[in-house]
Nanobody, 122 residues
Framework: QVQVVESGGGLVQAGGSLRLSCTVS????????MGWFRQAPGKEREGVSC????????YYADSVKGRFTISRDNAKNTLYLQMNSLKPQDTAMYYC???????????????WGQGTQVTVSS
């Protein structure tokens, strides 16, 4: 059984930074593309950033390019998202999961964890 645990969210002022972590068990983590998604109240879940199994091929949504950096430590079964220059519009619940294709963050697999809340105040 695959288990996903996201952490690292919190309340931060605009312009601040947060680093999200996602630890995965029950999955050969290093074999799969992984990604971060977010869902704001009243909006659909959207792909934020994804990375291939080797951590080289990555995707970023236009709204976060240049501010967010995705990385992974396959030895620790952990995915990270470094978020800098945060904006109020980044406020959302953030989730990670396996994806079928990293290049466009498509095909998320239904391994959703409980998520971690990011709130950015203006």
């Amino acid at each position: 059984q695959v288990q996903v645990v996201e952490s690292g969210g919190g309340l931060v002022q605009a312009g601040g930074s947060l680093r999200l972590s996602c630890t995965v068990s029950g999955l050969r983590f290093g074999d799969y593309s992984m990604g971060w998604f977010r869902q704001a109240p009243g909006k659909e879940r959207e792909g934020v950033s994804c990375t291939a199994s080797n951590g080289v091929n990555t995707y970023y949504a236009d709204s976060v390019k240049g501010r967010f950096t995705i990385s992974r430590d396959n030895a620790k079964n952990t995915l990270y998202l470094q978020m800098n220059s945060l904006k109020p519009q980044d406020t959302a619940m953030y989730y990670c999961t396996q994806v079928r294709r990293a290049l466009d963050c498509s095909g998320p697999i239904n391994y959703w964890g409980q998520g971690t809340q990011v709130t950015v105040s203006s």
